[in-house]
């Protein structure tokens, strides 16, 4: 299984941003796998955001809770984050990653900057 984020690298304070993860060689909807989104602040240490199940149902670290969605792509087997009112302490590295038990995870993307600044 391989993963690959991507969206836009720079927004403003309270803009919304939407990352893309394009899964290949693995189905998000037949493989039962939690598909999660992490990020890292700078100099800081991995923080889990949320996750999407196989079945569709979705997870949610309380931080986030209303203000971060995820979804996906069933056709071009595709997951994403959209998240609400960016704050600067929102930049981080993104990572989009998989795992067949909850909170684990076997498969990591290689990461995208996401920097939150006026």
């Known amino acids: 299984v391989q993963l690959q984020e991507s969206g836009p690298g720079l927004v403003k304070p309270s803009q919304t941003l939407s990352l893309t993860c394009t899964v290949t060689g693995g189905s998000i909807t037949t493989n039962d796998y939690y598909w999660s989104w992490i990020r890292q602040p700078p100099g800081k240490g991995l923080e889990w955001m949320g996750a999407i199940g196989s079945s569709g149902r979705t997870y949610y670290a309380d931080s986030v809770k209303g203000r971060f969605t995820i979804s996906r792509d069933n056709a071009k087997n595709t997951v994403y984050l959209q998240m609400n009112s960016l704050k600067p302490e929102d930049s981080a590295i993104y990572y989009c990653?998989?795992?067949?038990?909850?909170?684990?995870?076997?498969?990591w993307g290689q990461g995208t900057q996401v920097t939150v600044s006026s």
């Open positions: 990653a998989a795992g067949s038990q909850y909170l684990q995870w076997d498969y």
